[in-house]
């Protein structure tokens, strides 16, 4: 199962041989979605099978599961925290969908886009809620602990990214921040977790948690620039949503801070117009270097990814954080 790039220079990477360390427990992990995200109610049932099939490359488990092999054995509190965050992240995509009025996600059609705003509110809102009786048997207090904190990160970065909606005097650090707690957290949870649940000291579960808002931050300027400079078929969601819903993202950012007045109050004009297409805009994002300089910062966090794993022990655990790493790196070129 290759982890596609959509950049034709950086090659693909190869999940299932990243995922060889972790195969067995992942086989567990996806058997406790199946059954958590199930009902004897054919209408709820129907619903949460959608959001099960949502969740795509299971990378937040991956990374709880990869960290506490890392550090030790990989026990099955592990195993029930990486179901109860692929559940956060499934609640936050269905709720994001909503928000963005997307119609299609992994080439399949939105929920909210087959039932509308009010069903797909509740769908999130019972994923939101049911990760944390998943999390519950853990029996872990630091570890839940630690997953009510990154949730409450989460929502708190989506709804300042509603309050700036159309603030594009928005800073680059402002947008640091939003994109930390609204993606990048849960990555950095799922890292920091895995590795509390192997016994890791307080030092480690927080390098480790670094790690996964190194590449959790890398990923989403990445996003931000495929939405504006991708391809749907490629990406396999819509596109050009942010610049529709006037969401201020790293290229458009860095754009309007080396344009002259009169070419930003120009640009600013097309992205309050609520019509901007990417089409419009990549022109004038490349006439600034915003889509390379946006390409070169996400690296930058990569290559922070990537010399963390260098610290590590060498085992097919840290070499796989290590590789998904080098793919994010990848994605960037």
Not at 31 to 57: A, F, M, N, Y
Not at 76 to 90: N, R, S
Not at 100 to 106: G, Y
Not at 283 to 289: D, F, H, K, Q, V
Request: aromatic share 6%.
């Amino acid at each position: 199962m290759p982890l596609s790039n959509p950049n034709s220079s950086a090659p693909a990477v190869d999940l299932k041989s990243v995922y060889e360390p972790i195969k067995d427990e992942l086989a567990a992990v996806e058997e406790i979605l199946r059954t958590e995200l199930s009902s004897e109610t054919p209408w709820v049932d129907q619903l949460l099978e959608h959001s099960w099939l949502l969740g795509g490359k299971r990378m937040r488990p991956a990374f709880v599961l990869l960290s506490a092999g890392c550090l030790g054995t990989i026990k099955k509190p592990a195993l029930q925290m990486a179901a109860a965050l692929e559940m956060v992240h499934t609640a936050t995509l269905v709720h994001d969908d909503i928000l963005d009025e997307a119609d299609t996600r992994r080439h399949e059609p939105t929920a909210n886009s087959k039932w509308g705003n009010k069903v797909s509110v509740l769908l999130g809102d019972y994923l939101f809620t049911h990760s944390f009786h998943v999390a519950s048997f853990s029996e872990s207090t630091a570890a839940v602990r630690m997953l009510a904190a990154s949730s409450n990160r989460v929502c708190e970065g989506e709804m300042r990214q509603n309050a700036w909606r159309g603030n594009f005097d928005l800073s680059e650090a402002d947008y640091t921040q939003m994109i930390s707690d609204k993606t990048a957290e849960l990555t950095a949870c799922a890292s920091g977790v895995g590795a509390l649940l192997s016994d890791g000291s307080v030092e480690q579960v927080e390098s480790f948690r670094k790690y996964g808002l190194n590449i959790g931050i890398a990923f989403q300027i990445v996003d931000d620039l495929l939405d504006v400079a991708g391809e749907a078929d490629t990406v396999g969601k819509t596109l050009g949503t942010d610049l529709l819903n006037q969401k201020p993202t790293l290229p458009v950012i860095h754009c309007l801070a080396n344009l002259t007045a009169d070419q930003r109050e120009s640009f600013l004009e097309l992205l309050r117009s609520g019509e901007a297409k990417p089409d419009a805009v990549i022109p004038i994002l490349e006439s600034t270097g915003s889509t390379e300089y946006s390409r070169k910062t996400a690296a930058d966090y990569a290559t922070r990814a990537i010399e963390f794993t260098d610290s590590l022990d060498s085992s097919p655990y840290s070499s796989s954080l290590r590789t998904i790493a080098q793919f994010v790196l990848a994605r960037t070129r």
